[in-house]
């Protein structure tokens, strides 16, 4: 009698084993197919971004991806194309280029397919670490703070000023858009300081937090640990 309970525990516990993986075989396919969604998603979202920019006639280059982020898309624009050295005032060039641009980004980012993926859309402006003349350190690094915010400030208000008479397009921006200043403290890797790529106004777009966390899953699940988190 025991032997035969023996073979039938042995026989459960096979079974619970075979039942345990394919629970994990099907929780897997499951989560990699999300993520697959949204990294799809991403990717459309950068080529239709890449070819509005080049009917506005900006660099393709300007839109980027990070590594261990999959959930973000830089949209970045050289702050000679929009802001004179020095100056928070957009120059007239600069205006131009918002109001050839601003209707074509957001007529991307507001699609029905893409809006319902986004979380924000943040403003950044990023400074070199050049101070006036005889201002010290300290007081420099907030002078710069203080122009890379009325920089993104700058952008907002001549981006949504562009989209004044389309109420759709309006409506759907203001409720993504946002402005921050990050100054010289954010500089990239591998460059001068001081030099001009330093300049820029980022448009950094993120992916809802409900869809980031299943990417992460899925990179934590199948490959075991996955990315950092930014």
């Known amino acids: 009698m025991q032997k035969g309970s023996g073979a039938a525990s042995s026989s459960l516990t096979d079974i619970l084993a075979s039942l345990v993986a394919v629970f994990v075989l099907l929780f897997v396919a499951a989560q990699n197919n999300r993520g697959a969604g949204v990294v799809t998603a991403r990717d459309v979202l950068i080529k239709q971004l890449r070819g509005e920019l080049v009917t506005a ?3 393709s280059a300007a839109i980027d991806s990070i590594p261990n982020d999959p959930s973000t ?3 970045i624009l050289p702050d000679s194309v929009l802001f004179e ?3 928070s005032r957009m120059s007239a060039a600069g205006q131009n280029v918002v109001r050839i641009a601003t209707p074509l980004l957001a007529g991307v980012i507001c699609a029905d397919s893409i809006r319902q993926t986004l979380d924000q859309v ?9 101070i006036p003349f005889g201002m010290r350190p300290e007081a420099g690094r907030m002078f710069n703070l203080e122009l890379s915010q009325r920089r993104s400030m700058n952008f907002v208000a001549t981006s949504t000023a562009t989209l004044a008479e389309r109420d759709t397009l309006l409506e759907c921006y203001l409720g993504l858009v946002s402005a921050t200043g990050r100054g010289q403290e954010n500089p990239l890797p591998r460059i001068p300081a001081d030099s001009s790529p ?3 106004v980022v448009l950094r777009i993120r992916l809802k937090t409900e869809i980031r966390d299943s990417v992460r899953i899925v990179q934590d699940v199948i490959g075991g640990g996955g990315a950092e988190n930014p």
């Not at 943040?122 to 070199?128: I, K, S």
């Open 122 to 130: 943040v403003v950044e402006g990023h400074t070199d670490n050049t």
């Open 73 to 75: 898309v830089l949209v």
């Open 85 to 87: 050295r020095g100056d």
């Open 198 to 200: 330093q300049r820029r």
């Open 57 to 59: 006639g900006l660099d």
